[in-house]
Protein backbone atom coordinates (compact mmCIF):
# COMPACT_ATOMS: atom_id res chain seq x y z
CA UNK A 1 0.00 0.00 0.00
CA UNK A 2 1.57 3.36 -0.79
CA UNK A 3 2.26 5.76 1.86
CA UNK A 4 -0.54 8.69 0.72
CA UNK A 5 0.82 11.09 3.30
CA UNK A 6 3.84 12.32 1.07
CA UNK A 7 1.38 12.93 -2.29
CA UNK A 8 -0.62 15.52 0.14
CA UNK A 9 -4.07 13.86 -0.95
CA UNK A 10 -4.57 12.19 2.19
CA UNK A 11 -3.36 11.63 5.83
CA UNK A 12 -2.81 8.12 6.64
CA UNK A 13 -5.38 6.75 8.84
CA UNK A 14 -2.91 5.76 11.43
CA UNK A 15 0.42 7.18 11.84
CA UNK A 16 3.73 5.44 10.93
CA UNK A 17 5.77 6.37 14.51
CA UNK A 18 4.31 6.85 17.50
CA UNK A 19 3.32 10.05 18.32
CA UNK A 20 5.70 11.42 20.92
CA UNK A 21 5.06 14.90 23.56
CA UNK A 22 8.71 15.62 23.05
CA UNK A 23 8.36 15.38 19.43
CA UNK A 24 8.06 18.86 18.28
CA UNK A 25 5.79 18.23 15.41
CA UNK A 26 3.72 16.14 17.16
CA UNK A 27 3.67 19.07 19.90
CA UNK A 28 2.58 21.67 17.55
CA UNK A 29 -0.15 19.30 15.76
CA UNK A 30 -1.50 18.44 19.38
CA UNK A 31 -1.18 21.84 20.58
CA UNK A 32 -4.48 23.84 19.01
CA UNK A 33 -7.08 20.97 19.92
CA UNK A 34 -5.39 20.51 24.00
CA UNK A 35 -5.97 24.00 24.34
CA UNK A 36 -9.50 24.08 23.00
CA UNK A 37 -10.13 21.12 25.39
CA UNK A 38 -8.61 23.00 28.36
CA UNK A 39 -10.39 26.17 27.52
CA UNK A 40 -13.62 24.04 27.70
CA UNK A 41 -12.68 22.59 30.74
CA UNK A 42 -12.21 25.59 32.49
CA UNK A 43 -15.05 27.04 32.01
CA UNK A 44 -17.03 23.38 33.31
CA UNK A 45 -14.31 23.42 36.51
CA UNK A 46 -15.12 27.65 36.53
CA UNK A 47 -11.38 28.23 37.57
CA UNK A 48 -10.12 31.53 38.03
CA UNK A 49 -7.60 32.82 35.53
CA UNK A 50 -4.96 32.56 38.54
CA UNK A 51 -5.72 28.76 38.56
CA UNK A 52 -6.17 28.18 34.63
CA UNK A 53 -2.87 29.27 34.37
CA UNK A 54 -1.08 27.76 37.25
CA UNK A 55 -1.83 24.43 36.14
CA UNK A 56 -0.76 24.76 33.11
CA UNK A 57 2.64 26.13 34.58
CA UNK A 58 2.29 29.56 32.72
CA UNK A 59 1.61 33.24 33.01
CA UNK A 60 -1.91 34.84 33.51
CA UNK A 61 -0.81 37.31 31.04
CA UNK A 62 0.15 33.85 28.24
CA UNK A 63 -3.36 32.48 29.17
CA UNK A 64 -5.37 35.52 28.57
CA UNK A 65 -3.80 35.38 25.23
CA UNK A 66 -4.63 31.58 24.92
CA UNK A 67 -8.35 32.95 25.78
CA UNK A 68 -8.58 34.99 23.13
CA UNK A 69 -7.80 32.63 21.07
CA UNK A 70 -4.40 32.45 20.40
CA UNK A 71 -2.97 28.52 20.05
CA UNK A 72 0.77 28.23 20.62
CA UNK A 73 3.14 25.21 20.12
CA UNK A 74 2.81 24.16 24.04
CA UNK A 75 5.91 22.16 25.48
CA UNK A 76 5.86 18.88 26.97
CA UNK A 77 5.38 19.78 30.46
CA UNK A 78 1.77 21.66 29.71
CA UNK A 79 0.84 18.53 27.01
CA UNK A 80 1.22 16.20 29.97
CA UNK A 81 -0.59 18.77 32.04
CA UNK A 82 -3.84 19.14 29.71
CA UNK A 83 -3.56 15.80 29.36
CA UNK A 84 -3.91 14.65 33.19
CA UNK A 85 -6.43 17.62 33.37
CA UNK A 86 -8.80 15.60 30.36
CA UNK A 87 -8.34 12.32 32.37
CA UNK A 88 -9.33 14.01 35.34
CA UNK A 89 -12.51 15.71 33.61
CA UNK A 90 -13.18 12.47 31.77
CA UNK A 91 -13.31 10.54 34.85
CA UNK A 92 -15.40 12.99 37.12
CA UNK A 93 -17.96 12.92 34.38
CA UNK A 94 -17.87 8.96 34.36
CA UNK A 95 -18.01 8.81 37.99
CA UNK A 96 -20.90 11.51 38.67
CA UNK A 97 -24.13 11.82 36.79
CA UNK A 98 -24.44 15.40 38.17
CA UNK A 99 -22.97 18.78 38.81
CA UNK A 100 -20.43 17.36 41.10
CA UNK A 101 -18.40 16.16 38.25
CA UNK A 102 -17.37 19.34 37.91
CA UNK A 103 -17.55 20.64 41.34
CA UNK A 104 -15.80 18.03 42.63
CA UNK A 105 -12.10 19.74 42.23
CA UNK A 106 -12.96 23.40 43.73
CA UNK A 107 -14.38 21.50 46.89
CA UNK A 108 -12.01 20.79 50.11
CA UNK A 109 -10.83 17.06 50.41
CA UNK A 110 -10.11 14.93 53.02
CA UNK A 111 -8.32 12.33 50.67
CA UNK A 112 -4.44 11.71 51.71
CA UNK A 113 -3.78 13.35 48.92
CA UNK A 114 -5.52 16.79 49.55
CA UNK A 115 -5.12 17.37 52.67
CA UNK A 116 -8.31 19.17 53.62
CA UNK A 117 -7.26 21.19 50.07
CA UNK A 118 -8.81 21.04 47.00
CA UNK A 119 -8.18 18.73 44.36
CA UNK A 120 -6.70 22.28 42.02
CA UNK A 121 -5.13 24.08 44.95
CA UNK A 122 -3.13 20.30 45.33
CA UNK A 123 -2.57 19.91 41.93
CA UNK A 124 -1.37 23.57 41.64
CA UNK A 125 1.18 23.33 44.40
CA UNK A 126 2.41 19.69 42.87
CA UNK A 127 2.24 20.36 39.60
CA UNK A 128 2.58 17.56 37.49
CA UNK A 129 2.79 15.01 39.85
CA UNK A 130 0.16 16.00 42.01
CA UNK A 131 -1.93 15.38 38.63
CA UNK A 132 -1.14 12.56 37.85
CA UNK A 133 -1.89 11.26 41.14
CA UNK A 134 -5.37 12.45 40.88
CA UNK A 135 -5.96 11.49 38.12
CA UNK A 136 -5.15 7.71 39.49
CA UNK A 137 -7.14 8.63 42.01
CA UNK A 138 -10.35 9.37 40.43
CA UNK A 139 -9.67 6.29 38.16
CA UNK A 140 -9.11 4.05 41.27
CA UNK A 141 -12.64 5.26 42.72
CA UNK A 142 -14.35 4.79 39.40
CA UNK A 143 -13.03 1.07 39.82
CA UNK A 144 -14.50 0.34 43.15
CA UNK A 145 -10.96 0.48 44.89
Known amino acids: ??????????????????????????????????LRAYRNLVKHWKLTNAEAAALLAMSESSWDRI???????????????????????KGLHLLFADSMA???????????L??????????IEGGIPAMLDARRYIDAIR???
Do not use: Y
Not at 4 to 9: E, I, N, R, S
Not at 73 to 81: F, I, P
Open 1 to 34: MTNLAHTGKHAPLTPTEPQSFSAEGDRARLSGPA
Open 67 to 89: KRGQEPALNQDQLTRISAAIGIF
Open 102 to 112: DDWVKLPNKGP
Open 114 to 123: FDRRSPVDAM
Open 143 to 145: GGI
